[in-house]
């Protein structure tokens, strides 16, 4: 074998077939050889075997695009293709509608969005009109004034009263619970056999009766005389701070309200709330404010007839 057939041998792909045909040594279509000498040495080895060994070369990608370009196979071009990726589209998104078609569920007949239709109903005209209320401002020059009300809350001091049939489920679960878990004879895990009295259970005023001192009760006096003017009443409910105003500046008379003011130059919105609560209550109460932010903002037309420190 010559010095260029083994080079060839190295750079190709060799496949033996049992074909006991010709004799021979066939080579890709890629592959050249150097001089017919060698051609004449392989075959001479070749022709002394039994058989048939052929040679592939691999296949380039140039070589791919050369016979496609020989067998006539025509590329799909961008539209084509671009149209054929919408199609697929299309297909999936109607296999997709046609399975939510065929799912039965809860909300097919309900109505939907009612809660957020409600809310778009009032806030699309409250937006409206306060944007028409801005350009008015801005149109005759008058700055807008900022009165700030705060909403002071006790939380409750007691627990709050049960109702009848929580009681009546509260004493049944302390009478079971007085059984603890029953084990199987064998285990050895089992108490003694109980006697009737341990399953016996004392009522709220046999445990008060037992303590060690006497609770406080949950009727104040306020509570009897009617006193609304203190905190010591009403424990086992939230409690809200009202202000009587005066007749003056209002056109209705007298009302209960909230604590305001209107915000001084360079003062935060807590910190009048606070000024506000003080110059009602004086400055024995304290306060914890949750956040800096308001709760509600509201905005509404001055009144002419209403006094202008209101």
Same mark, same amino acid.
């Given at each position: 074998?010559?010095?260029?057939?083994?080079?060839?041998?190295?750079?190709?792909?060799?496949?033996?077939?049992?074909?006991?045909?010709?004799?021979?040594?066939?080579?890709?279509?890629?592959?050249?050889?150097?001089?017919?000498?060698?051609?004449?040495?392989?075959?001479?080895?070749?022709?002394?075997?039994?058989?048939?060994?052929?040679?592939?070369?691999?296949?380039?990608?140039?070589?791919? %695009?050369?016979?496609?370009?020989?067998?006539?196979?025509?590329?799909?071009?961008?539209?084509?293709? %671009?149209?054929?990726?919408?199609?697929?589209?299309?297909?999936?998104?109607?296999?997709?509608?046609?399975?939510?078609?065929?799912?039965?569920?809860?909300?097919?007949?309900?109505?939907?969005?009612?809660?957020?239709?409600?809310?778009?109903?009032?806030?699309?005209?409250?937006?409206?009109?306060?944007?028409?209320?801005?350009?008015?401002?801005?149109?005759?020059?008058?700055?807008?004034?900022?009165?700030?009300?705060?909403?002071?809350?006790?939380? /409750?001091?007691?627990?709050?009263?049960?109702?009848?049939?929580?009681?009546?489920?509260?004493?049944?679960?302390?009478?079971?619970?007085?059984?603890?878990?029953?084990?199987?004879?064998?285990?050895?895990?089992?108490?003694?056999?109980?006697? /009737?009295? $341990?399953?016996?259970?004392?009522?709220?005023?046999?445990?008060?009766?037992?303590?060690?001192?006497?609770?406080?009760?949950?009727?104040?006096?306020?509570?009897?005389?009617?006193?609304?003017?203190?905190? $010591?009443?009403?424990?086992?409910?939230?409690?809200?701070?009202?202000?009587?105003?005066?007749?003056?500046?209002?056109?209705?008379? /007298?009302?209960?309200?909230?604590?305001?003011?209107?915000?001084?130059?360079?003062?935060?919105?807590?910190?009048?709330?606070?000024?506000?609560?003080?110059?009602?209550?004086?400055?024995?109460?304290?306060?914890?404010?949750?956040?800096?932010?308001?709760?509600?903002?509201?905005?509404?037309?001055?009144?002419?007839?209403? /006094?202008?420190?209101?």
């Amino acid at each position: 074998m010559s010095m260029c057939f083994r080079q060839a041998a190295r750079r190709t792909l060799l496949c033996t077939a049992g074909s006991t045909s010709k004799q021979g040594i066939k080579f890709g279509t890629h592959h050249h050889l150097h001089n017919k000498n060698s051609v004449a040495a392989a075959a001479a080895v070749s022709s002394s075997s039994s058989t048939t060994t052929t040679v592939f070369q691999r296949e380039f990608s140039a070589a791919k %695009k050369k016979q496609a370009v020989n067998n006539k196979i025509k590329e799909p071009t961008y539209e084509e293709r %671009k149209e054929a990726e919408k199609k697929l589209r299309r297909e999936t998104w109607e296999k997709k509608q046609a399975r939510l078609d065929r799912l039965k569920t809860r909300r097919d007949h309900s109505p939907k969005d009612v809660k957020k239709t409600l809310f778009r109903s009032w806030w699309d005209k409250e937006l409206m009109y306060h944007n028409k209320l801005q350009r008015m401002a801005k149109k005759e020059g008058k700055p807008w004034r900022i009165r700030v009300a705060a909403m002071v809350e006790r939380l /409750p001091v007691v627990t709050p009263d049960v109702e009848e049939w929580e009681q009546d489920y509260i004493d049944l679960r302390d009478f079971l619970m007085t059984y603890g878990k029953e084990y199987p004879a064998e285990t050895g895990f089992m108490f003694a056999p109980d006697k /009737p009295e $341990d399953h016996v259970v004392e009522s709220d005023e046999e445990l008060i009766a037992g303590l060690p001192f006497t609770p406080a009760p949950r009727e104040t006096e306020a509570d009897a005389s009617g006193d609304v003017k203190t905190l $010591d009443r009403q424990l086992k409910t939230r409690l809200y701070l009202t202000i009587k105003t005066d007749s003056e500046g209002n056109l209705s008379g /007298p009302r209960w309200t909230l604590p305001s003011t209107l915000v001084e130059n360079n003062e935060s919105l807590l910190a009048a709330a606070e000024r506000a609560v003080s110059d009602s209550v004086g400055s024995d109460l304290k306060l914890w404010c949750p956040s800096n932010a308001p709760m509600a903002v509201n905005m509404r037309v001055y009144n002419n007839k209403l /006094p202008e420190s209101f």
